[in-house]
C-alpha cells in the first residue's frame, strides 16, 4: 500500500479514558486505528467527529493493556464487524474472560505488520500484573516513526532504546504526587501506584 500521510489525534488521556486515532492515508482510503479504547463507543464517536473523522474507518484497535481506562467493554457490540483487535499474547486471558476474544483478534509477543508499509514493534513493560505494550511505529512509505507509550511506571534503559530517535513521542503521562496524596483513593492503591 503506497502510504501518503500518517496523523496522530489524542482524544483522550486521563484514568477517566485512555483512547488515541491514528490515521493512516493511502490513495484510496483511510484506515483509523485507535490506539486504546478506554471511552464509551458513544464518546469517542462524538470525539472523533469533532475531529473530522468517521468512525466506520475503524480498521484495527492497537491495545497497550486491558485496564478499564484504556479498554471499554462497551467496543464489543459496536466495533466494526471486519476490525481487528491487537493485543499481547499475556493479556489473552484477561481478554477471554472479558469477551473480547469473539471479535477479531489478533494477540501479538514480536513485531507485526498493522497494515502493508506500517510495522509495529511492541516491547512489553512493567505494569501491574500483565505489563502494558509500548509501541514503535514505522511507516516504511516515508521512513518516519511514532513511539506509544502509557501507565509504564518509569522509563527503563529498555524502554528508552525501544523508542530512541523517533519522530514522534507520545506518552500517556497524569502521575502528580501532590493530588495523588490528597486523593480520595485507598492507601494500600495509593502506595502501589507511588
Not at 489524542?10 to 483512547?19: F, I, K, M, Q, T
Not at 525501544?162 to 506518552?171: T, Y
Request: net charge positive.
Amino acid at each position: 500500500m503506497q502510504l501518503l500521510s500518517a496523523k496522530l489525534c489524542v482524544l483522550a488521556s486521563s484514568s477517566s479514558g485512555n483512547c488515541s486515532l491514528l490515521a493512516i492515508k493511502s490513495p484510496t482510503k483511510t484506515i483509523t486505528v485507535l490506539i486504546d479504547a478506554g471511552l464509551s463507543p458513544r464518546k469517542t464517536m462524538a470525539l472523533m467527529e469533532r475531529a473530522g473523522h468517521d468512525h466506520t474507518t475503524i480498521g484495527h484497535v492497537l491495545l497497550t493493556h486491558l485496564d478499564v481506562d484504556h479498554w471499554n467493554n462497551g467496543w464489543l457490540a459496536k466495533l466494526p464487524e471486519s476490525t481487528v483487535v491487537h493485543l499481547h499474547r499475556r493479556h489473552t486471558g484477561r481478554a477471554s474472560r472479558s469477551g473480547l476474544l469473539y471479535l477479531k483478534t489478533h494477540p501479538f509477543e514480536s513485531g507485526f505488520e498493522l497494515v502493508p508499509g506500517v510495522h509495529v514493534s511492541p516491547l512489553l513493560v512493567a505494569h501491574d500484573d500483565l505489563g502494558t505494550a509500548a509501541f514503535r511505529i514505522e511507516f516504511q512509505g516515508f521512513g518516519t516513526s511514532l513511539g506509544y507509550a502509557t501507565d509504564t511506571g518509569r522509563p527503563t534503559p529498555k524502554l528508552c532504546d525501544h523508542l530512541a530517535q523517533v519522530d514522534v513521542l507520545a506518552i500517556e503521562s497524569n502521575y502528580c504526587p501532590e493530588l495523588q496524596k490528597a486523593s480520595t483513593r485507598p492507601a494500600l492503591l495509593k502506595d502501589r501506584i507511588r
